[in-house]
């Protein structure tokens, strides 16, 4: 969390990472030591493969489009699924 705090002073948007992390933080409470240390691992795991899937998917909807619109479309795709 202190990531995200730090990305928050500066007037920044959290990165998928810094969500990612905040997210598995909150579903971690009430765990410790080795159980949160295991789930923490698994949460950020499977956290980066549902990334890759919604970049493919992205990518794959994004076939045809060049430039600027393909930037544009990518950020806005990326961030609604």
Do not use: H, I, V, W
């Not at 691992?41 to 970049?55: I, V, Y």
């Amino acid at each position: 969390m202190a990531f995200a705090a730090e990305g928050q002073k500066e007037g920044k948007a959290p990165t998928a990472q810094q969500k990612l992390m905040g997210t598995c933080n909150t579903e971690a409470t009430g765990k410790k030591g080795d159980e949160r240390k295991e789930f923490m691992k698994a949460c950020l795991s499977d956290g980066k493969k549902r990334q890759q899937e919604r970049m493919k998917s992205c990518n794959a909807e994004a076939t045809g489009k060049k430039g600027d619109e393909r930037k544009a479309f990518m950020s806005e795709c990326l961030r609604k699924n």
